[in-house]
């Protein structure tokens, strides 16, 4: 099952409340809804996905599930009693040589698609081989790891090297990953036991937060600085972007706190190749400081003009 941030979805952060939840899904599905977009199959998907998103997230018994276990959060429980299963299982057997006799599942049960990936499924798994037979085969436990990017390293794809059961294992990270993304690398986990599969590796990213930029979704947002003369007058200011400084043209009689959006400066889009968020700019007016007394006099006369 493909990783769904519902978070993303709704254009919220992960400690968003249950208002900023509702207040956000409200607004978008106006917008995504069929009876204003008809015939039009994207807003019918999109409106599909923030139900969707809606329905976890404003639960909060299911939005801690999905929290914890992301994509599998439906599957929670099951896997918390599969992994106290597993390691009672390793420490009675201790070399992982015999069956797995906690396990209580009938031949030829169903097995849902997450205990299949996590324990190797038909084969050997829980099927008739494992139950009381040194013969069985079982997936290799998981690993986790947390890698900690920077905005920028996020938004440039790159190679990352990490040191798994003593061998080097070397991933891409693509541009775009947000924090709290979940990439799976299968096979990549420790050994299996009598000849079943590899566990997977799980790779979380955490990103920091950066000085000059706050990222929502694939937009940016920072701040420009320009001074009171420009700001009636117009003019030019530089403005930092993730591939440098570009020009900005300020209007004259620009009000402090004005935003301007600078279309395809934001973050790169995940996965999507030369496909880019906007940057929102936004004009923060510094008076003039320590005046002279014919400066004084001259902003008397406009004022009094």
């Known amino acids: 099952m493909a990783y769904i941030d519902y978070y993303k979805i709704l254009g919220v952060d992960k400690n968003a409340t249950q208002d900023d939840i509702k207040k ?33 997230l404003s639960n909060v018994e299911n939005r801690a599930k999905y929290d914890k276990y992301g994509e599998n959060w439906k599957h929670g429980e099951e896997y918390e009693k599969a992994q106290q299963q597993q390691r009672q299982y ?19 049960e169903d097995f849902s698609d997450f205990f299949q990936s996590m ?53 891409t990270i693509p541009a775009g990953v ?13 050994p299996g036991v009598n000849n079943g599969p590899n566990g997977d590796l799980y790779v979380t990213f955490n990103i920091s937060s950066d000085l ?3 990222r929502i979704g694939d937009d940016l947002k920072t701040k420009v600085t320009i001074d009171l003369y420009t700001a009636v007058l117009g003019g030019d200011v530089k403005v930092n972007t993730l591939d440098g ?14 935003t ?11 996965k999507k190749e030369g496909e880019f968020g906007d940057l929102f700019v936004t004009y923060d007016v510094k008076l ?17 003009s």
């Open 24 to 56: 956000a899904y409200r607004k978008l599905a106006r917008k995504s809804h069929p009876d204003l977009n008809p015939d039009d199959k994207e807003a019918e998907k999109r409106f599909k996905e923030l139900n969707e998103a809606n329905e976890v």
């Open 90 to 108: 390793q420490s009675q057997s201790g070399n992982f040589g015999g069956g797995f006799s906690g396990a209580d599942f009938g031949e030829g």
């Open 119 to 171: 324990f190797g499924g038909a084969g050997g798994g829980f099927g008739r081989s494992s139950r009381g037979s040194a013969s069985g085969k079982f997936k290799g436990q998981d690993v986790h790891a947390e890698l900690n990017l920077s905005l920028k390293e996020a938004a440039t794809t790159h190679q990352q090297t990490f040191d798994i059961n003593g061998k080097k294992v070397r991933i």
């Open 178 to 190: 947000y924090d709290g993304q979940q990439i799976k690398l299968k096979g990549h986990g420790y």
């Open 212 to 214: 000059n930029f706050e």
């Open 245 to 258: 400084n570009v020009n900005l043209k300020v209007k004259p009689e620009t009000q402090n706190g004005t």
């Open 260 to 270: 301007v959006r600078l279309r395809g400066k934001g973050f790169p889009v995940y």
């Open 288 to 304: 003039p400081t320590n005046l002279t007394e014919n400066q004084k006099e001259l902003f008397e006369q406009l004022k009094n």
